[in-house]
């Protein structure tokens, strides 16, 4: 039955639906040429992710039961096993997997819409808006941005399948089980679809007659159950010590003051909706403890924004429902839970399905009854917005095409925006650029607040021991423990500073006292390492490596100073077959071996010539 009425739907419909297509291809198609990116999500998701290298019930369990990027999002993950399994680590696969669901949803929302009794027309230019507005080339581009538009298609099947229950159409019992199945769908890949709950309660308030079951409530109790649940796991995996970090205090200090900052926010999304220009990375959106004149006016715009609604909900329940369904797509993102990023233009994504509904209600209400003249202007001009929305998209998703263009972006729309200095700095070290990345975090570091500052000064403190100048590193490690004292990241930093400087006994107490924050901490395990190493301690050290082994997968500068601990430990065997590991995995230092006196008691092996002569020809081994 299903697939007679969605075939006979696309039949009917197949020139909107085409062109929905031809349009998204046209402003999202040139996308397929950008990177990953190096420094935002995309490893931590994508290439630096193992899970998603193959189907095997490893990495299954390890979607379901792992925490990635702070977040709970399994299926997020399977998806991208399906890319990976489809292409590779190939970007262009990945994008395309994302216009394929934005698509997606953008058709949904188009027979979502019709459902509702829009005219093709209306409904057509609605699915336009949606699926080509600026506001939305963040979740559409960005690889790791796959939540959102995985989850809105899932959030739009189950509202699909809720309307045929409520409406008691053919096999609606089987639709109820399939609305709750796809909701529990849309929860596992981003928390937001929360909201489905309430916009079901909205509906029912605004539609009574399409309602033609009783208990209006007791049906949304399981929905209402999954949403709790997945908002507590999303509210407990977005703290610090689950490696999420999204989750901080009140901005301001106060819910008082959060809500005065996110007044002139609220209204800058209602600017962005219809002025979409100087989008951006990253907002630095001024925190605010006082009532000035700018949340003043902000309060009053949408007062009188509250007013309109109410009058709208009295007059025309229908026309309510689309307008109600903006301010519930921003309820998780309003900072009642606070966040640390105040705003995003991702976090339109789910309001612009209100904002788009409105705009096709708007345009069925003015070609309603209007002569040929004014519906072909009307037309025209709906087809002009597209066509400019489309355009703005298409320049604004250019500038995702890699890390770089990314955060020089950023820093020039937002130059108060310590994220954006901070990641631009990132993405200067990754390129070899120490000064410039020095300037960048710099900058970051005056504009800090919260936990952007322990991100600026630890980086700083690194880049700073990088270009050899460990007063500087000193200085800002020391602000960093000041600032932080459980930083554990800080403690090793400075036990670097002993290590350089030839102090172990200082730089021994560091590591420890950062590995007591943080057990797992990797960097401080293998420099703890490398300190008893140094100092003739080759078993304490080999136990902190073989500890690493637990956490990651073995690396070829680990298994090489294994295999010195291996050698001074006087287990030669042991040692050559480390040393042949860090050889297989590509360490390419033959000097630093031959000059290397932790591997003096492996030297005159004849596997040790063997190895040398296979992974270095033409190198001749000391004394032979």
């Known amino acids: 039955m299903v ?27 040139p996308s397929l040429g950008h990177d990953f990116l190096v420094n935002w999500d995309d490893p931590g998701y994508v290439t630096k992710n193992e899970a998603i290298r193959s189907f095997g019930p490893a990495n299954l369990k390890a979607a379901f039961t792992s925490f990635y990027v702070g977040n709970y999002a399994p299926l997020q993950i399977v998806s991208y096993m399906l890319d990976h399994a489809l292409w590779g680590l190939k970007p262009a696969g990945f994008i395309f997997a994302n216009i394929a669901y934005h698509l997606l949803s953008a058709v949904l929302f188009y027979a979502l819409l019709r459902r509702f009794s829009f005219s093709a027309g209306g ?111 999303a509210v407990l995996t977005q703290s610090a010590e689950y490696g999420g970090g999204g989750r901080t205090g009140y901005h301001g200090g106060s819910p008082w003051a959060t809500l005065l900052t996110m007044l002139p926010v609220y209204l800058t999304y209602i600017r962005m909706i219809f002025w979409p220009v100087d989008l951006s990375v990253a907002y630095a959106p001024p925190v605010r403890t006082v009532m000035d004149l700018e949340v003043i006016g902000a309060a009053l715009v949408l007062l009188l924004l509250v007013a309109g609604a109410f009058r709208l909900y009295r007059k025309n329940r229908g026309g309510f429902f689309w307008v109600a ?168 930093l400075s036990g670097h500073i002993g290590y350089q400087s030839g102090d172990m006994a200082a730089a021994e107490n560091s590591y420890l006292k950062a590995l007591q924050l943080d057990p797992g901490l990797v960097s401080a395990k293998k420099a703890l390492g490398n300190v008893y190493l140094a100092t003739g301690r080759p078993r304490l050290a080999m136990e902190q490596y073989t500890g690493i082994l637990r956490q990651q ?36 230092s033959p000097d630093s071996i031959l000059r290397n006196p932790e591997l003096d008691a492996i030297k005159g092996e004849e596997g040790f010539v063997r190895l040398m002569q296979r992974h270095f020809p033409g190198v001749v081994p000391n004394g032979r």
């Open 325 to 492: 369904a903006i301010p519930v797509g921003l309820l998780p993102v309003s900072q009642i839970i606070p966040l640390v990023t105040l705003m995003n233009d991702r976090y339109l994504y789910f309001p612009m399905i209100g904002v788009a509904a409105c705009g096709g209600y708007l345009l069925d209400r003015l070609l309603s009854g209007s002569p040929v003249g004014r519906r072909q202007t009307v037309t025209a001009a709906c087809a002009v917005l597209i066509a400019l929305c489309g355009f703005a998209s298409l320049q604004r998703a250019r500038v995702w095409q890699n890390s770089l263009r990314l955060w020089e972006d950023g820093t020039a729309k937002q130059p108060a925006s310590a994220v954006a200095w901070y990641m631009l700095g990132e993405v200067r070290a990754k390129d070899g650029d120490v000064p410039a990345a020095i300037a960048a975090e710099e900058r970051a570091r005056d504009l800090c607040r919260g936990v952007e500052c322990r991100l600026a000064l630890r980086k700083l403190g690194e880049l700073y021991l990088q270009a050899d100048m460990p007063d500087k590193a000193g200085e800002r490690i020391g602000e960093l423990l000041r600032l932080f004292p459980d930083a554990a990241e800080g403690h090793a």
């Open 553 to 588: 997968k073995q690396s070829a500068d680990l298994a090489y100073v294994m295999a010195c601990a291996a050698s001074l430990m006087g287990n030669r065997r042991l040692s050559l077959e480390y040393l042949d590991e860090a050889l297989s995995l590509g360490y390419n």
């Open 123 to 233: 409904a057509l230019f609605a699915a336009l808006l949606f699926l080509v507005h600026p506001v939305q080339v963040e979740s559409v581009v960005w690889i790791s941005q796959r939540k959102n538009v995985l989850s809105m298609v899932f959030y739009l099947v189950s509202l699909h399948c809720y309307l045929s229950w409520a409406r008691r159409e053919e096999g609606a019992a089987i639709a109820y089980v399939a609305s709750l199945a796809a909701f529990a769908a849309a929860l596992l890949v981003k928390s937001v679809a929360v909201i489905l709950p309430l916009t079901l309660l909205l509906h029912d308030r605004c539609f009574p007659a399409e309602r033609r079951r009783g208990g209006a409530f007791a049906d949304k109790i399981p929905y209402l159950l999954a949403a709790l649940a997945i908002g507590y796991l």
């Open 3 to 29: 697939i007679k009425q969605a075939t006979t739907f696309i039949r009917e419909n197949l020139l909107p639906l085409l062109l929905l297509g031809v349009v998204a291809l046209a402003v999202f198609g």
